[in-house]
């Protein structure tokens, strides 16, 4: 009888072992997964750019200085990245008019018809902000990007005040802040 005993207490045990290692491998892999290595050091001098957006348009980085610029990088088959554009939509109507804050979305979607699939999926979802297409991912390679979503904020002198990588929807308050906040900082610097 206390062989069966032993038996069973060891079987549990083994059991016991083999769900910890499962949930340090899961710990480990969901620290891996979510750390925020992805995109520039926050502080340093967000790189400049020159590109060409959905509806054909050169765009630099440099003709938004002076003011707060939003960079979100995103795919149409990242299902979080599809997630955070309604995010995306709000700010650009709530920033659009201003000549502060600048949202641009960059797409890497690199499908054959890249123009033409992207303009049909802005236009299907009636997002109005604007694109940057990088096919090569050129642009995301210079903001060292290697996880979408990923949204870095730039603040009026240059700099990364913010980088986001993941879902932004539920944050969309605290992006907020964070633009607001780089607005504040910019005008204390200057005065």
């Known amino acids: 009888m206390s062989k069966d005993t032993s038996n069973i207490k060891d079987h549990d045990f083994r059991r016991f072992l083999k769900n910890i290692a499962f949930t340090g491998l899961a710990l480990v892999f969901v620290f891996l997964i979510t750390r925020p290595d992805s995109g520039p050091q926050l502080g340093s001098m967000a790189p400049d750019f020159k590109s ?7 765009i630099s980085l440099d003709q938004y200085k002076g003011q707060v610029v939003v960079l979100d990088f995103w795919a149409t088959w990242c299902a979080p990245c599809r997630k955070t554009l309604p995010a995306l939509q709000i700010l ?28 049909a999926f802005m236009k299907q979802n009636r997002y109005s902000f604007p694109v940057i297409l990088d096919p090569s991912r050129t642009l995301a390679s210079r903001y060292q990007v290697k996880t979408v979503p990923t949204l870095i904020v730039i603040d009026k002198t240059g700099a990364v005040s913010t980088v986001q990588v993941g879902l932004v929807s539920p944050r969309v ?19």
């Open 92 to 119: 650009h109507k709530r920033y659009r008019a201003s000549d502060r804050v600048q949202i641009l979305s960059v797409s890497i979607d690199s499908a054959p018809k890249l123009a033409r699939y992207v303009g």
């Open 52 to 58: 060409q957006t959905l509806d054909r348009k050169s």
């Open 173 to 191: 308050n605290q992006l907020i802040d964070h633009i607001e906040k780089a607005i504040a900082q910019a005008e204390d610097s200057s005065s």
